[in-house]
Each structure stands twice: as structure tokens, then as C-alpha cells.
């Protein structure tokens, strides 16, 4: 027995002084260059907003909305099991640290062939071959593959926990975009019930002056038309609002056929916003961090492939009890065996060298898209803060535009009523007081659209610090059923 220990613990000194090496090459986060400031960010204000960022709209049916895509939206609960998944990966690769123990059991009964080659005659035709062995085998980490291995699987997991970050954002802002349009085309719908009301005493005074042979007949087709065509409209904004409905109701884990909001004539309000430093978006971002650790995790890869041209040395350990008959706990039956193992690549066809390139390749790649997802957002905020520089001046002229078409068709309805105008000039300032109108909604929903944008541009509110993957929210009924 003494003469097995010096090496057993030589072995073990050798992987003390060795289990240190790490292959991988150092790593620092990607530098990326980052502009002083946004260019359309003028006359922004300070924002104060966390992670509830939708409240910012100060709707209630909205809130009550959003916590439910929390609780109930499939594609949240698919992100979830996917970092669940990640999670278990970890554990995996952590297995490889520790000792590896096997229990196995073997009984049989055995005849040999009476011709057998170098058989003896001393040797019996019948014979049990009977035995209980367990073994124990660990690896020592010489050069960091196991470690490696575990770096860039806990890096996935925390690419992952980003991933569910940015999935529950993107949904909360689909939801969000969703609603909007849907109070959009709810402002709509009621600009349009007013004026058929309009249109429609307009069609009755006509009617009352044609047959007064006051008006000519066709003043009363001409507003026939315009009612007419009011009502098409009502129609195609139903239509349209029936499918934000419904995708609402997909959103929020419902099914469309038992779903529905009622109809309001308010918009949500215009949020406050910030004035955000574009070195804080690359901090706020869940997409943006995911890929970051992407990145560190192919960095570790590299490691774990040049780890695979060097030895692998092993420490075996195998004991237990062989019979020929079943006296298993006699100590004179026992057997153990303990000694390092080493296994040496000699030649691989390239094997190896194809996988460290390919390492290589993908932290190239991952790189690439961590760069791409960096440039991606600063775009994403100059395009959401561009639409809201422009929509505000396009809301305030539409405004004008609006108002004053209102006044010009009340001028022109009262002079045609007085008989100092023809309805054709009714019809013509109905009409661009309508399409004004209409104008000025879609506008101001668009300006409200834009600030979801940009919201979503920014990672989630304009305060929220970075996600910490270590704490992944998993809460209401995607909990309960998982």
C-alpha cells in the first residue's frame, strides 16, 4: 500500500501547483466608441422612471394590462425555461470539478468451450464470475479546460437571464404600442360619431331646402355622400381597432374570443423625457449586456480548446469484491486498484487545431454582433428622438391647422344656412376639417408611439440600472406553472 501513495501524491502535488493555468486569452470588456451626446436631444427634460416604465403614460387600464403579460405571456414563460436550460448547462460544466464516483455489479454463471486456445486442463468447465466494484475517477484541471468550460457556461446563463430582461421589455413595449393605436383609433372613432352627427343635420337642413326648391337636388346627393363615406370610415376603424384588440388579448395570455376594452375618447398621456447620456444606454440595455457576456463566454472557449492539446491527467481509484460464488464480504475476496492516468493526443487528423479555429471564429463572431447590437441601439434612440423632435412641431401645426378648419367649416355651414354660400363650399370645409382632425389624432398618437420607442431604445425607463442576471423575476401564473 505504501509503495502506490508517493505517486498518488505527487500527482495530486503536480495539479496544486498547475491548477492555476488558464489558457484563455485575458479578457476586458469590447471598447466601443461612444458620441458625447445624442444629436436630437435638445429640450429634453429629467425623466424619473424605473422599471414599471409604462406608468409613465398615467393610464390605468394600461397598468392593469401590463402586469399581466408578467403573469400570463407564453413567449415571458419560453424565455424563462430557456434560462432555466442555460442554468442546468452550468451545472453540468461544474460537475467537472468535483470526483466522479460509479457503482456496478456483475453476476454471472460461465461454461467454457472445451477447445478454448490456450486453455489448461486444470481449469473448470463450469465457473461464476461474480463481482461489486465502485470507482472513483477524477480529473485534475492542468490547463483550465474544465474551469474554461464553467466560465463560459455561467456567461451563457447570464446571457440568457439579459435575454429574458429583453424579452419582458419588448413585450411590455408591443403591449404598450398596441393600446396606444388602439385609444388612437378610439379618438378616431369618436371625431368620426360626431361628424356624422354633423353631417347628418347637415343632410336634413339640405333636404328641407331642396324641397323648398331653396337648394338645388344636388346639394342633397352631396351630403348623402359625405355621410356616406363618414360611415365607411367608422367601419374601417372598427375593423382596425378589432385587431389590436385581439392582439392585446394574445399579449396578455387571453384568448381574443372572450376579451375586450371598452372604448374611451382620451389618450394616454404624454410622458416626461429624459435627457439620457449615451454611455448609460450601453449599461441600461438587456440585449446589449447579453451579448457582452456572449462575448466573454466564446473568450473562454478559446481556452478550453487549446486546453485540449495538452495532457489530461486522471486520478483512479477502483475497489470492491470479485467471487467466483457469491462470498462477496470475505476480505480475502476484495479488490482495488488507484493510480494516475494520463491520456496524450499524439495525432488527430487536425481535430483539434479545426476546433480551436472554430473557437476563434465564434468570439470573432460574437464580437461582431456585440458591436453591431451597441451601434443598433444608438441608432434606435436617435431615430425615437428624431420622430419625437419632429412629431411635437408636426402635432403643434396640425393643432393650428385643425382649429382653424373647425372655424372654417362652422363660417361655412352658417353662410350656406343663411344662403350666401353653396353647399359645395360646405362639402369642401367638411372635408378639410375632417381630414385636419383626423390628422392631428393620428399625430398625436404617433408622438405617443415614439415615446414607447424610445423607452424601449433605452433599455426600459430612463432610470432603471442594468438587470442583474442573477436575479431573474419569474412571478404570477408563469411561475406557478413551471
Known amino acids: ?87 442546468a448547462f452550468v451545472g453540468v460544466a461544474e460537475s467537472g470539478l468535483f470526483p466522479q464516483f460509479e457503482f456496478q455489479g456483475a453476476f454471472s454463471a460461465n461454461k467454457q468451450s472445451a477447445h478454448r486456445p490456450l486453455r489448461s486442463s486444470s481449469q473448470p468447465n463450469h465457473y461464476g464470475a461474480n463481482q461489486m466494484m465502485g470507482a472513483v475517477s477524477y480529473e485534475i484541471d492542468l490547463w483550465g479546460r474544465v474551469r474554461n468550460r464553467i466560465a463560459s457556461a455561467q456567461a451563457t446563463s447570464q446571457a440568457d437571464a439579459y435575454l429574458v430582461e429583453q424579452t419582458r421589455l419588448a413585450l411590455h413595449a408591443e403591449l404598450a404600442r398596441d393600446y396606444i393605436a388602439l385609444r388612437g383609433l378610439d379618438a378616431q372613432a369618436a371625431l368620426l ?83 439620457s447620456a449615451p454611455s448609460e444606454l450601453l449599461l441600461r440595455r438587456p440585449d446589449i449586456a447579453a451579448q457582452e457576456r456572449l462575448v466573454y463566454a466564446a473568450n473562454e472557449d478559446i481556452g478550453a480548446a487549446k486546453a485540449a492539446f495538452f495532457p489530461r491527467l486522471s486520478i483512479i481509484l477502483s475497489a470492491g469484491s470479485q467471487d467466483t460464488g457469491f462470498n462477496l464480504a470475505s476480505l480475502a475476496n476484495s479488490a482495488w486498484s488507484v493510480g494516475p492516468a494520463v491520456s496524450m493526443p499524439i495525432f488527430d487528423a487536425g481535430l483539434r487545431q479545426a476546433e480551436l479555429e472554430a473557437a476563434r471564429a465564434d468570439y470573432a463572431g460574437a464580437l461582431a454582433r456585440y458591436k453591431s447590437a451597441a451601434l443598433a441601439a444608438f441608432r434606435e434612440v436617435e431615430d425615437a428622438l428624431a420622430s419625437l423632435r419632429w412629431l411635437s412641431s408636426e402635432v403643434g401645426h396640425l393643432s393650428l391647422a385643425s382649429g382653424a378648419a373647425s372655424k372654417a367649416e362652422s363660417m361655412s355651414f352658417a353662410l350656406y344656412r343663411d344662403g350666401a354660400a353653396s353647399f359645395l363650399d360646405v362639402v369642401t370645409a367638411q372635408n378639410a376639417a375632417l381630414e385636419a382632425q383626423r390628422a392631428d389624432l393620428s399625430a398625436r398618437t404617433q408622438l405617443l408611439l415614439a415615446n414607447v420607442d424610445l423607452m424601449l431604445a433605452l433599455g426600459g425607463g430612463w432610470t432603471m440600472p442594468p438587470p442583474d442576471p442573477a436575479q431573474v423575476v419569474s412571478t404570477g401564473a408563469i411561475n406557478a406553472e413551471r
Open 1 to 87: 500500500m505504501k509503495s502506490v501513495k508517493k505517486p498518488v501524491f505527487l500527482a495530486v502535488a503536480v495539479s496544486l501547483t498547475l491548477g492555476g493555468c488558464d489558457l484563455a486569452p485575458a479578457y476586458s470588456p469590447p471598447a466601443l466608441e461612444t458620441p458625447a451626446h445624442f444629436k436630437n436631444a435638445s429640450g429634453l427634460v429629467h425623466g424619473q422612471l424605473g422599471k414599471n416604465w409604462w406608468r409613465a403614460f398615467r393610464d390605468a387600464q394600461l397598468d392593469r394590462l401590463e402586469d399581466d403579460v408578467d403573469a400570463a405571456n407564453p413567449d415571458l414563460a419560453a424565455a424563462l425555461a430557456a434560462y432555466d436550460s442555460a442554468r
Open 193 to 275: 360619431s360626431r361628424t356624422i352627427g354633423v353631417y347628418r343635420s347637415a343632410l336634413s337642413l339640405t333636404k328641407t331646402l331642396v324641397h323648398g326648391q331653396i337648394a338645388a337636388p344636388v346639394d342633397e346627393q352631396r351630403a348623402l355622400v359625405q355621410v356616406a363615406n363618414v360611415e365607411a370610415q367608422m367601419a374601417d376603424v372598427a375593423q382596425r381597432r378589432a385587431k389590436f384588440e385581439n392582439a392585446i388579448a394574445a399579449l396578455t395570455g387571453r384568448t381574443a374570443s372572450a376579451f375586450h376594452i371598452r372604448p374611451t375618447r382620451a389618450l394616454p398621456a404624454e410622458p416626461r423625457r429624459p435627457r
